[in-house]
């Protein structure tokens, strides 16, 4: 009951299991496993493990951190030992990812072969203490994505969830390194913003269809809105993970949705916003960030028109007779006043936040259109009107 309701309110299945908030722990070198995860468990829905050095280069990679006194996993037999670790877990209501550190496409495939899909495997490709960027792990494969592609063909081939662990800032374009990521078969790309802030999310929303984790800092609620409003699915907690930053932002989140309808709804777009914004945008007649941001994308206003008028048809967004433009499509999110959307949401006997769950139904669509009309994925970076950056 408690996971069917979490469906309803956040609408979030990953490796084909309800997130039941989404809030994740990120892995953190010999300290997140499954006793830190089950601790936790009341206030997160996933909990990446790790992270796991998983063949000789990166075993022997962690010794040498640990010898330099940190702290890491090591095992004399990985396999067994993160079976154990997920085993822990079944039962806790969790979907659970493990973190691993690999110098070859064939140690991932091998670790995926024997666990089989009950997690999701996530690359790491974040480390960067220098043993192991120099066994061909973590930072290295930024600056080598062909290796980094190849892995996550390795896994997909064993029919598994993907995510890649990546500290943004590191690549020269992470916009062209999200649609790599992407377009070699992942599932999620997991980002650590470092020192940056909400601009590297929106970029990576604009630039592939990924479920997208923001990690680093995620320890205030208005942090955490600034990563949803801006394209996150998802964001993740490593040190300041404490129970009492996690329950605080859970039912923070909760009471969000539960009155808005749309946890990460997306800011407007003259507001900022990334391509979800376009559910809220009107039709193009006149001069606003609409137009550019159509030219960004390819996509005429003829196009954009039909897209939205066929998409919405048969749906609750399609009448509105009394709106600016005839239909509930075109109209803008609740946070903005106007009486003739709210007049037409009540007589129609629509609630705010089933008009904003429709919305996000919209959004879904046109992401799915815009990312699977060619070949190749476009991108594109929207201006906030307040920083301009």
Known sequence: MEMMRSFERYNLLLNGQVVRTPLALSAMAGIVDADYALARASHVGVAFLGGFSIDAPTMEASRALERSGRREFLFGDPVEELAGQVQRLEGSGLVVGLNLRGSSPESFAAIASHLGDQVIYEIDAHCRQEPMVEARSGEYLLSHTDLLAEEIRALKREDVSVSVKIRAGVSPDDRLLARKIWKAGADIIHVDLMDYDYQKVRQMRNSCPLVLIANNSMNTFDRVRDMFSHGADLVSLARNADVRTLAGLDAAIERLTDEQGWYNAPKQLCRGGDIRA?????????????????????????????????????????????????????????????????????????????????????????????????????????RPARDGS
């Open 278 to 382: 376009l559910t809220f945008c009107c039709m193009p007649v006149k001069n606003c960030p609409l137009l550019p941001m159509l030219d960004r994308l390819g996509l005429s206003r003829e196009e954009y028109l039909g897209f939205k008028q066929k998409a919405v048809a048969g749906t609750p967004l399609e009448p509105g007779a009394q709106t600016c433009f005839g239909s509930l499509a075109w109209c803008c999110k609740v946070s903005s006043p106007c009486m003739f959307r709210d007049m037409t949401l009540a007589q129609s006997g629509l609630s705010r936040q089933e008009y904003m769950r429709q919305k996000k139904q919209l959004a879904d669509k046109i992401i799915q259109h815009l990312f699977s009309r060619d070949a190749e994925p476009h991108t594109c970076t929207t």
